[in-house]
């Protein structure tokens, strides 16, 4: 199958032609700037007939769009339920009408979270597996879910992809979802400033000298044997690790996938979380396997074909179902 893909994250566009289980060519929108999603689908437009040009394919081969958005999405309906302060104008736009329109090409939307997932397990570390939690730390903490094959979605279309947002310290910070302690409050990209500067040692800390605090400079002090870093790094994980075991005793999964940016650590974080979960976890049957995801930033753009794939398959039975 040949299809066009967006994954949106919060400061950039990934746009992509895939084929499959290979991109063909993709390409990065800066966002940062953009006044909405709306003032910049012409771009968009742009970049997917310059992929296509540059990948030697065409719209007419292609199957269709297929868009994962950093929100609550009704993938049964392509609404954006919440953009969670991404986008906010993009529930006012009719994206599918406008890919109709413009390309030409019916559309899908998903979660993001829950498109990286399909793109795992299409093509990635959750090949040949039906029961996985996947948990993408970054900016926020995300989380997808899949249930013999099939993704967990719910019925108002926020199953499992809240699952940074399980308590894990209920006297902890608030959360910007409102709630207190979220293990995305407790050890996030956007919380991670706060809780560094929150330590009483601070300011002997080479952070104190760092004009942006993000992970990567915390697993590099960490590792120079920096006590702040490591005191904030060491909480990191064992956030991290206590969130894993509250969604495997949640959806009973095989394997727990960790993506997102914050596994340049994985060196530490993965055995950190597994040997957490051996000894935590309740699974009667044996232990579901830590792994790290392999598509890296290219995971939700190959979650394309799976999800247009999911909706043809629904069409066949509905006609099926209809000639019967």
């Not at 009704?74 to 406008?98: G, M, P, Q």
């Not at 960490?222 to 075991?245: F, I, P, S």
Request: net charge negative.
């Amino acid at each position: 199958m040949l299809a066009l893909s967006l994954d949106m994250g919060g400061t950039h566009i990934g746009c992509a032609v895939v084929r499959d289980q290979k991109i063909l060519a993709c390409s990065s929108l800066a966002t940062e700037s953009a006044k909405g999603l709306g003032s910049i689908l012409p771009l968009i437009a742009q970049t997917l007939q310059r992929l296509l040009d540059e990948s030697g394919e065409n719209l007419d081969a292609c199957s269709g769009l297929a868009v994962g958005f950093p929100g609550i999405i009704d993938a049964r309906t392509n609404c954006i339920l919440s953009t969670l302060k991404k986008y906010e104008d993009a529930k006012e736009l009719d994206l599918a009408v406008w890919s109709k329109e413009v390309l030409g090409l019916s559309l899908r939307m998903e979660n993001d979270a829950r498109m990286a997932l399909l793109g795992e397990q299409f093509a990635g570390s959750a090949q040949g597996l039906n029961d996985v939690v996947m948990m993408t730390l970054g900016t926020g903490i995300g989380g997808a879910v899949m249930i013999h094959g099939r993704l967990l979605r719910g019925a108002h279309a926020q199953a499992a992809c809240l699952g940074g947002h399980l308590p894990v310290h209920y006297r902890g910070r608030l959360c910007k979802c409102g709630n207190i302690g979220c293990a995305e409050a407790e050890a996030s990209g956007w919380a991670l400033p706060g809780i560094i500067r929150e330590h009483p040692a601070f300011a002997t800390s080479l952070l104190a000298l760092e004009p942006e605090l993000n992970f990567r400079q915390l697993f590099d002090m960490a590792n120079r044997g920096d006590r702040v870093a490591l005191d904030v790094r060491q909480h990191c994980l064992e956030v991290w690790a206590a969130n894993t075991v509250a969604l495997i005793h949640a959806y009973d999964p095989e394997v727990v996938i960790m993506g997102g940016g914050v596994l340049g650590g994985a060196d530490v974080i993965l055995p950190f979380v597994q040997n957490h979960v051996n000894k935590h976890a309740w699974a009667a049957w044996g232990t579901p396997v830590i792994r790290a995801a392999e598509l890296g930033e290219n995971a939700a753009l190959l979650g394309a074909v799976p999800l247009l794939a999911e909706e043809r398959s629904c069409d066949e039975k509905a006609t099926a179902t209809v000639r019967a």
